[in-house]
């Protein structure tokens, strides 16, 4: 019987949905996140803005939500040379990988997270990795996830489960499961304060929430909306 859970927590709308769902499954509840200098600051401030409006908004959850985590990973930031930590354009690599990738983060936040989990004795790590809508990062796969599950546990001699809600959904799902956990509040929270766009803009609104409108990021983001819109499932919550 697991209770207890440490969430990957960006700030964005991908694992502010599995913080949700994570706080409607279980009875003690933990974030974690990591400053690996990214270009832009705003979602490691929107990270805290989102915490605090859950506090608020909901308080049979505020009760399970413990301690925020985060870690100083400059050393990532210092060994990639992406489009997430350098000023450079948004690119596809000869490899079929967007110049987005930064090899090996989800391996690296994985580990540290376990190593906190450990220590703070959380026994799931949910995180918001998806490979169904998202760029064919290698380590947000399926497979990853269940060989990390497997390396971790043998290698920390503690039995981890690594969570992943968001796998086989589309971004259309996702707004749709945050609806189902947390309602029109929830999903009013998300639009609202979490943040996606890879180029920092919190000028522009939009009706899915902040952000320039035309980078990848913001383009899935929108197109998702859309999507849950138009499935008329808003209408339901
Ligand atoms: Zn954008």
């Known amino acids: 019987m697991h209770t207890s859970a440490l969430v990957l927590f960006s700030g964005g709308q991908d694992s502010t949905t599995c913080l949700a769902y994570a706080l409607d499954r279980y009875e003690r509840v933990e974030t974690i996140a990591f400053d690996y200098r990214q270009r832009h600051s705003v979602e490691l401030?929107?990270?805290?803005v989102v915490l605090q409006n859950i506090r608020d908004q909901f308080p049979q959850w505020a009760a399970k939500l413990g301690e925020d985590h985060l870690l100083d990973l400059a050393v990532l930031g210092a060994v990639s040379e992406t489009a997430l930590t350098r000023e450079t354009a948004f690119a596809m690599e000869s490899g079929g990988l967007p110049n987005t990738f930064v090899p090996g983060r989800n391996l690296l936040f994985l580990t540290l997270a376990a190593a906190v989990a450990y220590r703070r004795d959380l026994q799931v790590i949910v995180t918001g990795v998806c490979e169904t809508d998202f760029s064919g990062y290698p380590d947000c796969r399926d497979d990853t996830m269940k060989a990390m599950q497997l390396a971790l546990s043998l290698g920390m001699d503690k039995r981890y489960?690594?969570?992943?809600?968001?796998?086989?959904?589309?971004?259309?799902?996702?707004?749709?499961?945050?609806?189902?956990?947390?309602g029109a509040a929830l999903v009013d929270l998300i639009v609202e304060h979490t943040h996606t766009c890879y180029l920092g803009?919190?000028?522009?609104?939009?009706?899915?929430?902040?952000?320039?409108?035309?980078c990848p990021a913001c383009d899935l983001r929108a197109k998702g909306y859309a999507g849950y819109?138009?499935?008329?499932?808003?209408?339901s919550v």
Do not use: F, N
């Open 201 to 214: 803009d919190r000028q522009h609104r939009h009706a899915w929430g902040y952000g320039c409108g035309a």
């Open 161 to 182: 489960l690594i969570e992943t809600p968001l796998m086989w959904i589309d971004k259309a799902a996702t707004w749709h499961l945050a609806a189902q956990v947390g």
């Open 229 to 235: 819109i138009a499935s008329g499932a808003h209408q």
């Open 45 to 48: 401030e929107a990270r805290l």
